[in-house]
């Protein structure tokens, strides 16, 4: 059964490297039985923010893991235990998020503060067998005694109460019979301890706060290294995947489990986080940027959010996609937002339908072209697919080009639209320009061309060529759109080379976000939903916004743009 679950969790993750080294412990341990044939591992968000593309990377990494095994299971666990920055809007957020990635957690969810009374035996534990103790030195003198990498720390006078001194304060801690921060309780283990971390840590801290699931019946809280190791243990986790910065904590984790009678003893291992360029991945900042109103909420399209990159257009398969190509290492790195662009548009390329849509509109009147009449042009939806559809493109008398399709004094390599030059408009017939229209300040706002109805369809019989085929959308029949132009928020490769003395919003990019308002779109438009992709010929993929786009206001985002920089960055 165990060398069964080997091979499927190895044909999985059929990349050109093997299994990667997270999955190689998980087969050895399959092997030597180490936890029986089972594999289970859990995804534990602090409820107070909303999930970035950091933590999509550790959720496709635990839960696919556990979807990879036979019989593998995975949890979702909120570590709800810090009483003060959590809230139900972050769990329900979470959750949705989740959902949407594609993972199913059924009916294992949990949440660390419903094991506050299991954490509070483990705790009377550790006290009655004195390995544990309750501290009543001000915090500044615990930092103090603490010492440096360099230099021990030394013994509080209070590390060597008597255990039932212990036992009865801990019980007024927890009763709330103390001001927040009077006492602390700490595991008994070595000052002189070269990892910092083993230096008599707290266990718990006293908060005279509410908590949102428990109201008022704790005065303490749990620290993070505490609880954490016994949530696993409670869950019966077998591997505790976690980042990078959690490696000299192991020794800890280990520790608290060993000296309670902890149900299992699940095996923390470290990954490296997922750092991205052009952004930021720290839940303060994020934060920060949505209380003040630098970005339209946690879902804005420039977040590097999970509910920000859905709000944008990209689909859950892309992220997916992304998580596993990047895939696990020990080493700390900057992945090039580059290529998570590449990897959106190479999918959007096999699903989205093209289309036409102007950004910037300039009027063209068609001046052989009958008053009234419209005629209509069929267009595959998508010359990718077999069979991908087609749809009619209406054509009548006036029609929106793009207004930088055009130039009053064009070089001779611009072989798009210009006074006596011709071109081709997409799907339907060739167009020569013969006259403009200019405003009072001089701007071209209309002009007036013709057409050669021979070359309807696109191509003239007598075989001469146009260099230039541009995209239009006919007056008569298009639609008012918003469409909205994102790009990186930050100017700033990597923001952890910030100068001294400049904050992050330093370093926000002006242009990440162009609102266009006065676009033309083609009809068929009218039938988009948010997440359904688009190529805007010429322009880049989109999708409607699933926050302000309605059928009567319609608004588009664009994902990606068409420009393959990260291709064009490969070759070189
Ligand atoms: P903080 O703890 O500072 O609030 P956090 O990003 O660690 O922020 P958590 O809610 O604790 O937030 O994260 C949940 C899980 O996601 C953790 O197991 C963490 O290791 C993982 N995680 C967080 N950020 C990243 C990242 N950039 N790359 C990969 N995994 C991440
Ligand atoms: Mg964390």
Redesign the pocket.
Same mark, same amino acid.
């Given at each position: 059964m165990g060398k069964e679950n080997i091979i499927n969790a190895d044909e999985n993750d059929k990349g050109k490297k093997g299994p990667d080294f997270i999955r190689q412990i998980i087969n050895r341990d399959l092997e030597t039985g180490k936890n029986g044939t089972r594999v289970h591992t859990r995804? =534990? =968000?602090? =409820? !107070?923010?909303y999930?970035?593309?950091?933590?999509a &990377?550790?959720?496709c990494? !635990?839960f696919g893991i556990a979807e990879d095994y036979e019989g593998g299971l995975y949890n979702l666990r909120f570590?709800d235990t810090n009483p003060e &920055?959590e809230e139900t809007e972050y769990v329900e957020a979470i959750k949705e998020d989740i959902k949407w990635l594609g993972f199913d957690w059924k009916d294992r969810l949990f949440f660390a503060s419903d094991y506050f009374d299991k954490f509070y035996e483990f705790a009377l534990e550790l006290v009655n067998s004195g390995k544990a103790y309750v501290d009543s030195l001000p915090a500044e003198e615990i930092r103090e005694y603490r010492g440096t990498p360099t230099k021990p720390g030394k013994n509080s006078p209070y590390r060597d109460r008597p255990i039932e001194e212990n036992l009865e304060m801990l019980e007024n801690m927890k009763n709330g019979k103390y001001k927040d921060g009077e006492h602390i309780l700490r595991a008994k283990i070595d000052m002189s301890h070269v990892n910092m971390n083993m230096r008599d840590p707290a266990i718990y801290r006293i908060k005279n706060a509410r908590h949102h699931r428990t109201g008022d019946k704790w005065h303490i809280y749990p620290m993070?290294d505490f609880a954490h190791g016994y949530e696993d243990a409670i869950e019966g986790i077998t591997h505790s995947?976690?980042?990078l910065?959690?490696e000299n904590h192991r020794p800890l984790y280990d520790w608290f489990l060993n000296n309670v009678s902890a149900p299992c003893h699940p095996q923390q291992i470290e990954?490296? *986080?997922? !750092?991205l360029s052009y952004t930021v991945?720290?839940? *303060?900042l994020l934060l920060e940027l949505v209380t003040s109103n630098l970005v339209d909420g946690w879902d804005d399209p420039r977040m590097p959010t999970i509910s920000g990159f859905r709000r944008r257009g990209v689909t859950p398969t892309a992220i997916r996609k992304f998580a596993k190509e990047i895939g696990v290492s020990k080493v700390n790195s900057l992945i090039d937002m580059n290529f998570f662009y590449y990897i959106i548009r190479e999918e959007m390329n096999e699903t989205a339908d093209r289309v036409m849509a102007v950004l910037d509109p300039l009027r063209v009147v068609i001046t052989n072209y009958e008053e009234g009449k419209t005629e209509e042009f069929d267009a595959d939806n998508n010359p990718q697919i077999e069979d991908g559809g087609t749809r009619k493109i209406p054509f009548s008398r006036e029609i929106y080009i793009e207004r930088d399709d055009f130039m009053e004094d064009a070089p001779k390599k611009f072989f798009r639209l210009a006074p006596g030059r011709e071109v081709r408009l997409k799907h339907a017939y060739f167009l020569t320009c013969n006259d403009l229209i200019k405003d009072k300040e001089g701007n071209v706002t209309e002009l007036h061309c013709t057409i050669d109805p021979e070359t309807r369809g696109g191509n003239a019989p007598d075989g001469r060529k146009v260099k230039g085929t541009i995209h239009w959308v006919s007056a008569a029949h298009a639609i008012d759109a918003e469409v909205r132009l994102y790009d990186n928020l930050f100017t700033l490769e990597d923001m952890a080379d910030m100068e001294e003395g400049k904050e992050y919003k330093d370093y926000l990019n002006p242009e990440s976000e162009i609102i266009l308002k006065n676009c033309k779109v083609e009809p068929s438009l009218a039938h988009a939903v948010p997440g359904a992709p688009y190529q805007f010929l010429r322009k880049g993929y989109f999708s409607a916004d699933s926050k302000y786009h309605t059928r009567e206001k319609p608004v588009f985002n664009r994902v990606v743009a068409l420009k393959d920089s990260w291709a064009k960055l490969q070759k070189k």
């Open positions: 995804f =534990p =968000p602090e =409820p !107070n923010g999930l970035h593309i950091g933590h &990377k550790s959720i990494l !635990n570590d &920055k993070y995947i976690c980042t910065e959690f990954f490296a *986080r997922l !750092n991945m720290s839940k *303060r």
